[in-house]
């Protein structure tokens, strides 16, 4: 099992604030932090909140929580051109929820 930190702070609600700088993983967004919540109508769903916008990390997000795609602030690998991986930051999204 691989623990991953970058926790700054956590809201009243169990939000977690993650930093770029702090992140023990691959970053795959384009802001240098973000809010990881959990859903609230799916245990499995987690997401970002980026500007007050909420982003789903995963499908179920999508599906269970009506969250819109992370598109918008998922960044592009300069090597290949594909979207960074989000699995560092999904599970450690599933582990902070898992949590509360």
């Not at 993983?25 to 987690?46: F, R, Y």
């Not at 909140?49 to 592009?76: F, H, K, M, Q």
């Not at 300069?78 to 949590?99: F, K, M, N, R, W």
Request: net charge negative.
């Amino acid at each position: 099992m691989v623990l991953l930190l970058g926790l700054v702070a956590c809201g009243s609600n169990g939000d977690a604030t993650v930093e770029r700088t702090s992140f023990n993983g691959e970053w795959p967004l384009t802001v240098d932090s973000a809010i990881v919540t959990c859903g609230s109508k799916n245990k499995q769903s987690v997401g970002v909140i980026v500007n007050g916008t909420t982003y789903a990390l995963n499908g179920t997000a999508r599906t269970s929580e009506n969250w819109p795609a992370l598109d918008p602030v998922w960044a592009p690998n300069p090597a290949t051109g594909a979207s960074v991986s989000v699995g560092d930051l999904i599970e450690y999204a599933h582990q902070h929820c898992a949590s509360k």
